[in-house]
């Protein structure tokens, strides 16, 4: 079997692994789910107060589609859930809603501010809506995950001895 990528690429089960770029993106976009995780650990609450005031609980929505994609990720093996392989499959596509989803509620609430867009838009907004639109463009654009979206480990076959 010829490999359509360098080895390393690979996984015991011969599938490609999930590369750790696809690691950062998912921990991205569901970044409001983790960050709302994290205002429940025991701690003196003034750094929880920043914290909270960064999620917004409509962007959570974008969170909870990509989730699932994070969870099958994690369980990719041959012995998993039946639903897993299929929503694996679908993965590509509900990380590209989820990211979609987020522009799309970013823009609602720029478009329904009263204030200036410089006023409204900022650092953190800013930086928020350019990295969705790298993991958008790094969802469509790469071929490896493509390839890496269409496999799932199967049970190895077992020879007679």
Not at 100 to 127: F, V
Request: hydrophobic share 50%; glycine share 4%.
């Amino acid at each position: 079997m010829a490999l359509k990528y360098a080895p390393e690429r690979y996984d015991d089960h011969l599938c490609l692994k999930v590369p750790v770029t696809l690691w950062l993106c998912l921990v991205f976009l569901v970044r409001h789910l983790l960050l709302l995780g994290i205002t429940f650990l025991p701690t003196t609450g003034e750094e929880i107060t920043v914290l909270r005031e960064l999620i917004r609980p409509e962007y959570l929505l974008a969170d909870l589609i990509a989730l699932p994609v994070l969870i099958a990720g994690f369980r990719r093996r041959p012995r998993s859930p039946r639903w897993m392989p299929r929503l694996w499959r679908l993965g590509r596509g509900l990380l590209l809603a989820s990211a979609g989803l987020y522009l799309l509620l970013l823009g609602a609430y720029l478009l329904a501010s009263a204030r200036p867009l410089t006023a409204t838009l900022n650092e953190a907004s800013l930086i928020s809506l350019l990295l969705n639109l790298a993991i958008i463009a790094y969802l469509l654009r790469s071929p490896l995950l493509r390839d890496l979206f269409a496999q799932w480990p199967a049970e190895p076959s077992r020879g007679l001895s």
